[in-house]
């Protein structure tokens, strides 16, 4: 039986990451992966799947709407071979994927693929195509999570489907209905409207992305309509029929009044639940709660004082560079270090056109919390990158503390925002004041400059260029 100082099981992003830190500190370690591939959801069939198919059909789009403008024309019809842009994405997966097998060998981490299952705290068997089993002085569960849905919908992977489904249509939609108008179903939905869908997103809460800031959803909210988006807030779904080939989705709108739509697809996208199957947890002493999340204490230490936990399978946003940080902060735990995350500071991003992007605190948080603050805002359009690109939608909002003038939380919809985020978040980690920020040079013309003239605005409301 080989043995290990540390046992990863799940090889997505918090625990392949958790595994290279371990190695780089010294450990003797394993990962245990179930699929064929290592990456989890994220590089198979979450962020890295869907930012391939946004891009291609971004330049779609590009080509049949916007290029006739720039003086660019393309003599006869653009069209879509789905075929080949589904394998364009299999193939941006498959190079991602074979470099984390490159990094398990680079950094001399065993690889066992199968299901990996407690027998007790230090023992694990690994049921794939042999059983075997390994023994780890600690163990990481870097388990991750899978697509919810709700109880009465029977996703049938073929007109009723999950995320996973919607990366390898084998054609365009005529009419989507999106169920969640969260991350993964606007993201999603935004690819096959481009495309030529038509798309319904049906959403329970009172606004598309309910958990930001609303000064973000309601901006994104516009730019979607204007994009010929339907979409319907505070519809409870009752029930989702498929017919043939058609799927009808029935809701209660706010007045309680029933509402019908029909399309010949629906995506249901309305959150993801922690995943333990097979884990077989209480054999190693792991509690797991009422939610069905590993339960972890400050050092994300579970219930047995060997076993850790990391990413979509514990409480907090699940995120693949939450699960990162996460899994470094295990690995340097185990070494005796003393690592922290402030999660206050993990940004949050939404890769529409125009994107989405925050960290810190919203509006609403800080008005509920009491805390006397003052806003920043800038719009992108006044910009001359912005023009100069023609992406002219969103702004960058600045909060910051009536008093002290700290940065409290930076939201922003707009070109590139998810790049631009950073910048925020280093200057929160230094607990950077709003005229920090507005005092540093930023280069002409970007579309950064719009964080520096929010935070003049934040500052003494002494924006430049508005």
């Known amino acids: 039986m080989n043995s290990y100082d540390v046992a990863v099981i799940g090889s997505g992003p918090g625990g392949y990451v958790a595994a290279i830190r371990c190695a780089q500190l010294g450990m003797k370690t394993a990962i245990i992966e179930k699929y064929s591939t290592l990456g989890g959801t994220c590089l198979n069939v979450g962020c890295i799947p869907s930012k391939a198919l946004l891009d291609s059909s971004h330049h779609y789009e590009d080509a049949v709407k916007h290029f006739e403008e720039h003086g660019i024309e393309i003599p ?10 589904i394998a364009r994405k299999q193939s941006v997966v498959d190079q991602t994927t074979g470099g984390i097998d490159f990094l398990m060998k680079k ?3 065993d690889v066992y693929q199968g299901l990996g299952s ?5 023992h694990i068997l690994i049921k794939g195509e042999k059983e075997e089993e390994i023994e780890a002085k600690n163990t990481i569960i870097a388990t991750g999570s899978k697509p919810s849905s709700l109880p009465f919908i029977n996703i049938d992977k073929e007109r009723i489907i999950t995320s996973t489904e919607a990366l390898k249509l084998k054609e365009i939609p005529k009419h989507l209905i999106v169920i969640g108008g969260g991350v993964i179903g606007l993201e999603l939905g935004q690819v096959y409207k481009r495309l030529g869908a038509e798309v319904s997103v049906v959403e329970y ?27 319907n807030v505070s519809h409870k779904v009752k029930s989702v029929e498929r017919n043939g080939d058609e799927v009808i989705v029935k809701a209660d709108n706010k007045k309680g009044e029933e509402v019908e739509f029909k399309g010949d697809y629906c995506l ?48 907090g946003a699940m995120l693949a560079h939450k699960a990162e940080e996460e899994g470094v902060f295990v690995a340097e735990t185990l070494a005796g270090q003393k690592p922290h995350i402030d999660y206050n500071l993990i940004p949050g991003v939404v890769y529409t056109w125009p994107e989405v992007a925050a960290v810190g605190k919203t509006e609403e948080q800080l008005k509920e919390a009491g805390v006397d603050y003052k806003v920043g805002q800038f719009p992108m359009r006044a910009l001359g990158r ?33 790049d631009m985020i950073a910048e925020a978040v280093v200057a929160m980690e230094y607990r950077a004041s709003a005229e920090d920020v507005s005092r540093m040079s930023h280069a002409h013309p970007t579309f950064t400059e719009a964080i520096k003239e929010a935070a003049l605005a934040a500052t003494d409301d002494r924006a430049l260029h508005v």
């Open 76 to 85: 006869g019809d653009v069209k879509v071979n789905l075929e080949k842009m």
């Open 107 to 109: 950094n001399k981490i």
């Open 118 to 122: 407690f027998k007790d705290a230090t």
């Open 205 to 231: 809460a009172d606004r598309i992305l309910p958990t930001m800031d609303a000064g973000v959803s309601k901006e994104l909210n516009k730019v979607l309509k204007k994009q010929k988006f339907k979409i």
């Open 268 to 315: 249901v996208s309305v959150g993801r639940r922690p995943y333990t199957d097979g884990l077989n947890a209480e054999a190693a002493g792991v509690k797991i709660n009422d939610r069905g999340q590993v339960e972890v204490n400050d050092h994300l230490q579970t219930s047995a004082s060997n076993i850790y936990a990391i990413g979509d399978v514990i409480k």
């Open 386 to 418: 912005s023009r100069a690109s023609m992406d002219l939608d969103g702004f960058v909002k600045v909060l910051a503390d009536k008093t002290t003038d700290e940065i409290l939380g930076v939201h922003m919809v707009g070109a590139r925002a998810a």
